[in-house]
């Protein structure tokens, strides 16, 4: 009887680059183009039906610059699956999960509002916790920490 | 003349007795010193005492704005608003360390310190700042409002503007 | 000045011109003062509804990239500022699993003691603010004098009313002092009498049933669609609590029940969060009783900051402290996430290190905002006075939900 790990290696192992233990969890690195199907067969046929988390990590000296993180959680088993994708500064966009789960829409605002990594499919992509007419992303390595951008002029 | 004088200082007085024990705050609640302001107003460190104990939540109805809480850029236009919002006489409250100055965030979302955007009467260090501290700090606002001009006669010069 | 909305809303354009946009924050008593929900209104009743967050946004991700381990501790304090030691925890517990060492058993029981005595703090904020905003002043009060009692006592442990940082990376901060179990029992009784008497006033309350039976119902599927987690998910129906699921710290050797709701509406999750109160209540008495005895802080050097008058007196200890404070603990290159069972919902630490003192990304995965990205869904359909209790019930977090 395969463990909950073992049955996603071996149904979708073949359409992973790589996959392998963190720590306890299992990750599954994939291409862009796989993220749908891998999602939709995580949500269907191993009930992970929480979607937790999607963020990114900037590696400004590497290419493709920008690795995306996804968690999810299936709550029958209290198993979690991290996937994680690679996309290149210049064409930073990934396909949406906002068909699959609800949550992904506030989560893929966010990490659009903080990288500048685009979801194709989410037509909601405003700003969320920043403003509008804030210039630039400043999650990314290369925006300096102090560089404030007022929309109130200061007194004095 | 001296009469005039000293009526006009008795009148100060009164007015700004009447004015120190009937502070209505508006408390700008964003972050964890709001827990404190909770903690001030209830029932062990009471603002009811002082007259300062009922909120209002318009600031067309009052007149000490307390700034509870980190101000970030995308706040300040709406703490701008409501003071300009408030009638005179009016006073602010800095309450806590990230009001005062922005606390420890000094990043691209903080604004370091609201008195870049409104000006402020007191400021309350902490984080969060202990109920008495908030209770000395309306006391020493008191003390100010009692001690502060109060020209409410027509015939007398309206006070300067703070913008 | 010229006032511009930060955020566009789609709702400027309303659907039907009969209808009315209606602002309700950022600056409200009952949004807790960082949510600004733009409301499109037939008459009473709400037709869509967009609710903006991020007035709170203070960049806690990118301060932690630019300081140490311990260094991020208070910052972590703040994210849910009302139960500050589950934050810290679950922080603490994400970078020993990427440091790969385990805690001594009296740090384990005194951080699920601790944890659980926060939770207590938490939902007694929650239940009184919603209580409040619905008018029953008297249960706010009752239950904040509860939680002055609780920070009181914090402050004899940690130093302070709110923001602990009591934790550190390998332990705790200091152990505890004299008399202060047997005022924790004091305490605990005298929570237990105020809960009857809140119980008392609002549990069959016509007005509070009211306003909050057969409000924004969830069923499980929509809570699981949208991402809740926690004791909204738990209201649902579903019994998912990563301390009975997933264990983590003594839970495994805890009894206790988790409370499940039935219709998922605004009374269970209000029910849910008060049994969920005398459930802690009882672990932190068993947590009492079986507190072992022994050290607080894991005995390793290159982790764990050496004893003051060791750092006076040895050479090595002085170079350890020294290390350990310009450089930070120098946690090995990978990834971990961790999460915990925090009062709002599964709060989860990414961590991304590349081995040196300082992360080289931290993300928190907030309950908070993940609720605030379903909480239109229960707000259209609803009357707008529905959105007051509501938004309560969602127990939003400024500084999680914005971080």
Redesign the interface.
Known sequence: MPTFYEAIVDRLGPRCLRTWDSHGMLVLDIDASQLLVVVEALKADFGCALFLDVTAVDYPARQPRFDVVYHFLAPAQMQRVRLKLQVDEHAAEVPTLTGLFGSARYMEREVHDMYGIRFAGNADLRPILLYEGFEGHPLRKDYAMEHEQPIVPYRT | MAVMDYLTTRKDDLVGWVRKFSLFPY??????C???F??VS????DTDRFGAAL?R?TPRQSDLLMV???V???????????Y?QMCEPKWVMAFGACATSGG?????????GV?????VDIYVPG??P?PEMVIDAIMMLQDRIANDKHPILPSEQPPPER? | MQYRPPVSSPLAQPLDPSHVVVNIGPSHPATHGTIQIVAEIDGESVVRADVHCGYLHRGFEKEAEHHTYHNIIPYTDRLNYCSAMNNNFAYAAAVETALGIEITPRCKWLRTLLAEYNRIADHCTCVAASAMEMGGMTAFLYLMTVRDYIFEHMNHLSGARLTYSYVRIGGLARDLPDGWLTRLEEILQFTENYLERVHGMLDRNRIFIGRTRDVAAMTPEHALHWGYTGPILRSTGLRVDLRKDNPYLAYPDLDFEVPVGIKGDNYDRYYVRMREIDESIHMVRQCMAQLPEGPINVDDPRIVLPEKELVYTRIESLIHHFKLVMDGVQVPAGEVYSAHEGPNGELGFYLVSDGTGRPYKLHVRSPSFVHMGGMHTLLEGHQVSDIVPTFGSMNMVGGECDR
């Not at chain 2, 408390?27 to 964890?32: D, E, G, I, K």
């Not at chain 2, 209830?42 to 460190?45: A, F, G, R, V």
């Not at chain 2, 420890?104 to 370091?112: K, L």
């Open positions: 408390p700008f609640v964003t972050a964890c709001g827990m404190e909770m903690s209830s029932t062990l460190y909120p939540f509870v809480g980190t970030s850029h995308k706040q300040a236009q709406v703490i701008r608003k409501i300009d420890f965030y000094r990043n691209y979302a903080v604004v370091q008195d870049k955007v409104i000006p984080c969060p202990r913008s």
